[in-house]
């Protein structure tokens, strides 16, 4: 039996994903602790400090960063060892954790300012494409090899006024997007640095995505109103990442992310509308802002059981 092999054998019946999360039972609450995880990244801790904190919050799903097991980067991860992979993976046989989703990231971002991200974002850097194709094909493999059906990432600002560098951007998530279902595992593009009208005139074009929706990335990026989002690319969302903030007063910057809950997502009502559009994946929460990650993170965790 070859390493693949044994680790798929051992984590498939405790690994859960995405939309194959338990459906509520008529009558029953919509978020439930089933579906309810977090992003490991938003803990700002080594993965080991990770899986001691998710232990206190009772959490299992985890949307994994793969930062830490490729070449590690500041947002993600700094690079772990061997035998943190192995303790991962330990951890996901024995059932202590089950991935939603994996996620992957690229060095050259810089989100100093939405002028940058804009230029550096994603897989739009041409000086980059290589390395990054590289990069996503190890990532994806990794995905494939704990069984894990959905990876996402951020493919960059889509800027479709210019021709030919969108038929380059469709060309760029086409063969990210072969890459991943050769592995068995499907592409799921993070929301927010695009309107909805925008990405699903852009999915017409590529067939075989999903979505990650981030209801704060919309905010931050001034994308337009989470909610009404939800409608429109409802038929893509794979998954969901559990994030607030509010709208910026001063064009061209940042929106500020703040804890679930105190920002201007609309919480309650953004819920609803993921029921009524018939979602049924996972939440997992992630906190990129703030000085006390742990204590927002368990903040979130107990709005959304309490609401849900």
Same mark, same amino acid.
């Given at each position: ?49 990770? /899986? ?7 959490? #299992?799903?985890?949307?994994? /960063? ?64 290589? %390395? ?35 038929? #380059?951007?469709?060309?760029?998530? #086409? ?20 309107? %909805? ?48 903030? #509010? ?17 201007? @997502? ?17 939440? %997992? ?8 990650? @742990?204590?927002?993170? /368990?903040?979130? %965790? ?7």
């Amino acid at each position: 039996m070859t390493r693949r092999d044994f680790i798929g054998t051992a984590l498939a019946a405790a690994t859960v994903a995405g939309c194959k999360a338990p459906i509520a039972k008529k009558g029953g609450k919509y978020v439930t602790p089933e579906r309810l995880g977090v992003c490991s990244w938003s803990f700002r801790l080594p993965m080991d400090a990770v /899986a001691a904190e998710m232990k206190k919050m009772g959490l #299992k799903n985890i949307n994994l /960063a793969l930062q830490p097991f490729l070449e590690g980067d500041e947002r993600h991860g700094k690079a772990e060892g061997a035998d943190v992979r192995e303790r991962v993976e330990r951890r996901l046989a024995d059932g202590e954790w089950r991935i939603t989703a994996t996620m992957i990231s690229f060095n050259h971002e810089d989100y100093s300012t939405l002028d940058t991200i804009r230029r550096t974002g994603g897989i739009v850097p041409d000086e980059h494409w290589d %390395a990054d194709r590289a990069l996503v094909a190890r990532a994806a493999k990794l995905t494939g090899e704990w069984k894990v059906p959905y990876m996402l990432m951020h493919a960059g600002f889509l800027d479709e006024s210019d021709k030919v560098a969108f038929d #380059k951007y469709v060309y760029r998530v #086409k063969t990210l997007r072969d890459i991943c279902a050769k592995e068995g595992v499907q592409l799921v593009l993070e929301t927010g640095q695009e309107t %909805a009208d925008d990405l699903v005139e852009f999915m017409a074009h590529v067939d075989g995505l999903g979505v990650n929706f981030d209801p704060a990335n919309m905010i931050l990026y001034n994308k337009g109103v989470p909610v009404e989002a939800v409608r429109k690319i409802a038929p893509w969302i794979r998954h969901m990442h559990i994030k607030d903030a #509010k709208y910026t007063k001063v064009p061209g910057t940042w929106g500020e992310e703040v804890p679930w809950g105190d920002g201007e @997502v609309n919480a309650p009502l953004l819920l609803k509308t993921l029921e009524e559009v018939g979602y049924k994946g996972a939440f %997992a929460i992630e906190r990129e802002g703030g000085d006390n990650r @742990v204590a927002d993170i /368990a903040l979130a %965790a107990k709005r959304m059981l309490a609401a849900g």
